[in-house]
């Protein structure tokens, strides 16, 4: 199980950065075992970094797809 830090933005995503990752992931690079969160932070004046991207890049839409991330959640 790897250890997370839980980030909310004020544009309402939520982020998970690795404080640790277990011997299965770092053996496998495969996120196959649950996250195990250990911090909350709320950043209410901030917006994550996909937004800003996507704010920057509003006059170049197809460039958005290659922007990728191993961690990103949806919910
Ligand atoms: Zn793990
Ligand atoms: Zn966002």
Redo the contacts with the bound molecule.
Sequence with gaps: ???FKQRDYACGHRRWLAFR?????IRTRR??????VLEFEERPNDICGECKSCQQLSRAPWMKSSFTSGLKLHH
Excluded: G, P
């Design positions: 199980m790897c250890d990752h277990c011997a299965e992931y996120r196959n075992c649950a996250t195990n």
